[in-house]
């Protein structure tokens, strides 16, 4: 039986190695995106909602601040949605702004009223992976989950408290993320999130965000009423919980207007 060479067998097996995982890439791509736009056509026709809710940011000997706010959106069809959080508490965040546009295929715009300065300041693009008022949140977090934003691959199927889940990476396509990649938990049964894990551009584990006490509204929108991001590299937190939760309100587009910030009510 004739041996071939270590060079002869080289081009084989290179051939071999770039093949096989190429066909399942592939496979667990399209897996992926299938996966993440389902999560988002079960999640429209909502209209508009208003919310208020408790933040509480906790430091790493575990020291809280809480803040009351009111959180309004508005669902765009053609594109990403807007929304408008209105700080109530405490005195000194108290008529602070923030306004949000998301978009499908172009950055995000985002701007943010500060009453002690009073004026209205433009989130920059390349400053997005920045913190949003001191909790684990950053900016980008602050917008609406558009499937175009990022790549996908299906990891597996897996169990999450008891639930069939699918477990998906994510990638960002905008070069101004402060993420690498995202780690999805998806249920198979709504497909609402229920874990995220981010990791920083280095790759390194950075926070984990939690979804926890799902309730049904109208019927068909499935809501987190309460959720927990935890930042794995500084040991501080970050937790919102929804005390009432509102759809199909009067607001309209102009209600969403950075000109009008200051005015925000």
Known sequence: MKVLSKAALLPIMTSLLLALPVQADEASEKEGLKVATARKDVNRGWVNSVATITMTLRNAQGQEAKREMRVKTLEVPTDGDKALTI?????????????????????????????????????STRNKSGPFL????????????????????????????????YVLEQKPLDKFSGYSKQIVWIDKAHYRPRKVEFFDRKGAPLKVLEFEQYQLFDGEFWRPMRTFMYNLQTQKSTELVTHSLVFKTELED?????????RAR
């Not at 684990?136 to 691959?153: C, H, I, L, N």
Request: proline residues 5%; without cysteine.
């Open 254 to 262: 102009s209600d969403f207007d950075s000109n009008s910030l200051r």
């Open 134 to 165: 001191g909790s684990e949140y950053a900016f980008e977090d602050m917008t609406s989950f558009e499937v175009p934003k990022f790549t996908y691959d299906l990891l597996r199927e897996d169990t999450y408290n008891g639930d069939e889940v």
């Open 87 to 123: 700080f109530d508490s405490p005195r000194d965040l108290s008529g602070t702004a923030f306004l949000s546009f998301s978009h499908i295929d172009a950055p995000d715009e985002q701007w943010i009223f500060l009453p002690a300065v009073k004026r209205v300041k433009r989130i």
